[in-house]
């Protein structure tokens, strides 16, 4: 009963400065249904900077042997290969899975040599787990088993060859014998990415497992998943398809662990900037219920003299300050989330983006990624500050003297 009418003096109290009190609300709002926008935004860039890099090689998962993670030798192999990759296409029907094999080799063309990174793939599946096959920018992709080539941009330029022109290999085969082939090259990559276009080549997996003596073995098991952030039900299926004693499974963050911590290092500063703009929303509340102190000075003075104990006014301010927070709240959620589904259909985009995105073989446009903790987290921490923001006025309160008060004009 006495929160009751606590409440409703609260609520009272906030509309004898209508003005006021809306343009503190206003500047809640506002701030709400930014941070919701631009955090399910942010989300939707992380999420297609996770796509861009696993796709474009690594993939979500991997099947290898154990150890070769930690020390890529050509002995650390997996047998029959193509077998397992069918199986698994088999037991998780909705991932996308091509084998692989790998070998660090001497590659010559006519002028010049360089040591590469040999891919042998499967032509027909490594399009639905990697990029690179939709970034050749001269000849096409590999087909079949013959011995042909796609290379990097940058590795063909150092090499001095175009598609139709022969590359030598030189390695060491899985039994330790003496591994050369010459294979035509008939495509040309560009990754945008200088790492892998310098130092990559691809070759079918069947050419690969002939050249280098691998008896039907690779290395790698390659497999993409629809969501990147739900992978546990395909991992838990992998794991029942493949021998405990034998091939091991990895995560991406196995893969690539510096995604996931340049993606925290992004998030950290991004929020270095939304305290930014929290504090100062925090600040009009301050100001705010200052003024309501100020303004009422005589009044509480009144009624504290008649009996009335400053902590139910500390507890009445705190009710004000908590129905204004709560409000923007309410308005800066709905109409976040109505921003966030509009881009969520349409797409967000900006000058150049684009242009920039068709160069890596990407959507053109970024959308926005909700969930429960993009929609809610930062008007949490808004209705939080809202109320942090209160403790002074309402210790002026409470330190305020009814005779003092009284006389105040």
Same mark, same amino acid.
């Given at each position: ?16 400065? /209508? ?41 979500? &998962? ?16 997996? /047998? +029959? ?11 998780? /029907? ?20 360089? #040591? ?20 050749? *920018? ?21 090499? *001095? ?8 290999? &030189?390695?060491? +085969? ?60 395909? *991992? ?70 008649? #009996?009335? *104990? ?5 507890? &009445? ?13 309410? &308005? ?31 959507? +053109? ?12 987290? +930062? ?13 002074? /006025? ?16």
């Amino acid at each position: 009963m006495i929160y009751g009418i606590t409440l409703s003096l609260a609520w009272r109290n906030l509309w004898r400065q /209508p003005w006021r009190t809306w343009l503190t609300v206003v500047a809640m709002v506002f701030s709400n249904t930014l941070l919701v926008f631009m955090v399910s935004l942010q989300f939707g860039m992380y999420r297609l900077m996770y796509e861009n890099s696993l796709n474009m090689f690594h993939g979500h &998962l991997q099947v290898q042997a154990e150890g070769y993670l930690d020390e890529p030798w050509m002995r650390f192999s997996v /047998p +029959g290969i193509a077998a397992l990759a069918s199986d698994l296409r088999t037991a998780v /029907p909705e991932a996308r899975v091509s084998a692989r094999a790998s070998a660090f080799v001497l590659v010559s063309s006519a002028d010049r040599s360089y #040591g590469v990174q040999l891919i042998g793939v499967q032509p027909d599946f490594e399009p639905a787990v990697s990029t690179l096959p939709g970034l050749i *920018k001269a000849g096409r992709w590999l087909s079949g088993t013959a011995p042909e080539a796609v290379i990097g941009s940058v590795l063909a330029r150092n090499l *001095k060859v175009q598609p139709g022109d022969e590359l030598t290999f &030189l390695g060491s +085969g899985r039994d330790g014998s003496f591994a050369a082939a010459v294979a035509t090259v008939v495509g040309v990559f560009d990754s945008g990415a200088a790492d892998i276009d310098r130092s990559l080549i691809e070759i079918p997996l069947a050419a690969f497992q002939d050249i280098f003596s691998m008896d039907g073995h690779g290395h790698s098991v390659v497999i993409s998943m629809p969501d990147v952030f739900d992978l546990d039900p395909a *991992k838990a299926a992998i794991r029942q398809s493949i021998d405990d004693a034998g091939p091991v499974l990895h995560h991406w963050d196995a893969l690539q662990p510096g995604l996931r911590q340049t993606v925290q290092a992004d998030m950290v500063g991004s929020w270095f900037m939304y305290a930014v703009l929290i504090a100062l929303v925090a600040f009009s509340v301050l100001n705010t219920q200052l003024m309501s102190v100020l303004d009422r000075t005589r009044e509480f003075g009144i009624v504290m003299a008649l #009996g009335l *104990k400053p902590g139910r006014l500390g507890r &009445l301010l705190l009710f004000e300050t908590a129905i204004m927070a709560g409000l923007g709240l309410l &308005l800066g959620v709905a109409l976040g989330v109505a921003v966030v589904l509009y881009f969520q259909v349409y797409g967000f985009s900006y000058p150049g983006l684009e242009e920039a995105a068709a160069r890596f073989n990407l959507p +053109g446009r970024i959308y926005p990624s909700a969930s429960f903790a993009s929609v809610i987290l +930062g008007p949490l921490v808004v209705f939080a500050a809202c109320l942090a923001a209160a403790v002074y /006025p309402i210790a002026k309160l409470l330190r305020m003297q009814p005779v003092a008060a009284m006389q105040a004009a």
